[in-house]
């Protein structure tokens, strides 16, 4: 069938060099963790998107976080909806179907299922408590959760040196990470034909509500990035890399000095695409305010304080029909 899109959901098709690619390889071992910092600073500095290389994350981990994802979203809907997120309250731990999460409301709805887990607790409150995991699928769980493990490892060390980047300590935002909320999410963005307009893509535009996103993407491509000149660009995926993008905290905590860049998902490829995005944020508790590097006489703080807890509950209500009903109750 062929696929008519709508103009405003076309990008530019960029080489790759339109996102930078940074090597992050003295970053993880520590032996020069300044100068990949200052490429980090850079980059958020003048799009809030870059590739990684080097990471230290293996080849065969990914793999098979990618194999596992592909059979959890080929079971029967049945089995995947006796894990549906609204069973997890607060904790938001679970299955979404299709249309079960709209990060744009006003505009699109989100043609994507995903599954969200996090590290593994009983007791319940916002953001924290016990994974749903399917048993239908012997070794996806422990498999899943070390893959959970090496994304905080390496978030920790990429929030470091944005720390450093802004001339603060490496443990600057670590010290309000003791216990922090985190998500590991995987995708699955079916292929779209036919009259493609923004009331219903892959995922709507928006910015992401907490600190840092780390991506890895499979080869199908459809990730879509908003420059600072407003012009929509492609971030095709490079094998073996993650893509790396900064959140609304850092633009707090910045004030605006980094700026939470949209993206967006369209996927026209003809295939299924499967993404595995992991965000970490601060305590929930932590309070989120511009840092005293990025506050002068000439350029006071444009935030109030507010806590992350606060601040990403609110967004995940506005995206969660059930949290509007519990809201509301």
């Given at each position: 069938m062929s696929i008519e899109l709508h103009s405003y959901l076309?990008?530019?098709?960029?080489?790759?060099?339109?996102?930078?690619?940074?090597?992050?390889?003295?970053?993880?071992?520590?032996?020069?963790?300044?100068?990949?910092?200052?490429?980090?600073?850079?980059?958020?500095?003048?799009?809030?998107?870059?590739?990684?290389?080097?990471?230290?994350?293996?080849?065969?981990?990914m793999d098979k976080v990618k194999s596992y994802t592909e059979q959890f979203f080929?079971?029967?809907?049945e089995e995947k909806q006796k894990l549906n997120i609204e069973n997890s309250g607060e904790t938001l731990r679970g299955y979404i179907p299709m249309f079960g999460e709209n990060v744009d409301p006003d505009y699109t709805q989100d043609f994507k299922e995903c599954f969200d887990y996090a590290h593994h607790e009983e007791s319940v409150s916002p953001f924290?408590?016990?994974?749903?995991?399917?048993?239908?699928i012997p070794g996806f769980k422990e498999t899943m959760e070390e893959y959970h493990a090496q994304m905080l490892k390496l978030a920790n060390k990429l929030i470091g040196a944005i720390a450093?980047?802004?001339?603060?300590?490496?443990?600057?935002?670590?010290?309000?990470?003791?216990?922090?909320?985190?998500?590991?999410?995987?995708?699955?963005y079916p292929?779209?034909?036919?009259?493609?307009?923004?009331?219903?893509?892959?995922?709507?535009?928006?910015?992401?509500?907490?600190?840092?996103?780390?991506?890895?993407?499979?080869?199908?491509?459809?990730?879509?990035?908003?420059?600072?000149?407003?012009?929509?660009?492609?971030?095709?995926?490079?094998?073996?890399?993650?893509?790396v993008n900064i959140g609304d905290l850092v633009q707090t905590y910045t004030n605006d000095k980094y700026i939470s860049t949209y993206h967006r998902v369209i996927n026209t490829s003809g295939k299924e695409r499967y993404s595995y995005p992991f965000f970490l944020d601060m305590d929930f508790?932590?309070?989120?305010?511009?840092?005293?590097?990025?506050?002068?006489?000439?350029?006071?703080?444009?935030?109030?304080?507010?806590?992350?807890?606060?601040?990403?509950?609110r967004r995940f209500v506005d995206s969660y029909a059930h949290l509007q009903v519990e809201k509301s109750a």
């Open positions: 076309n990008a530019e098709e960029t080489e790759v060099s339109s996102i930078p690619v940074v090597d992050v390889s003295t970053l993880i071992d520590g032996s020069d963790p300044d100068s990949v910092a200052n490429k980090i600073g850079d980059v958020c500095e003048n799009l809030g998107f870059l590739y990684i290389v080097n990471h230290g994350v293996s080849k065969e981990l080929d079971l029967p809907l924290f408590g016990p994974n749903l995991m399917p048993e239908s450093l980047s802004l001339g603060l300590p490496f443990d600057y935002f670590y010290k309000l990470q003791q216990k922090p909320i985190s998500i590991q999410r995987i995708l699955h292929p779209q034909t036919g009259q493609i307009t923004r009331d219903k893509i892959g995922i709507g535009e928006h910015t992401d509500y907490g600190f840092l996103t780390i991506l890895s993407q499979d080869a199908v491509g459809g990730l879509q990035v908003k420059n600072r000149a407003g012009k929509w660009i492609s971030a095709p995926p490079i094998e073996g890399s993650f893509i508790n932590a309070v989120v305010e511009p840092v005293p590097t990025c506050v002068t006489d000439a350029n006071p703080a444009k935030y109030k304080a507010y806590t992350c807890g606060e601040h990403k509950f």
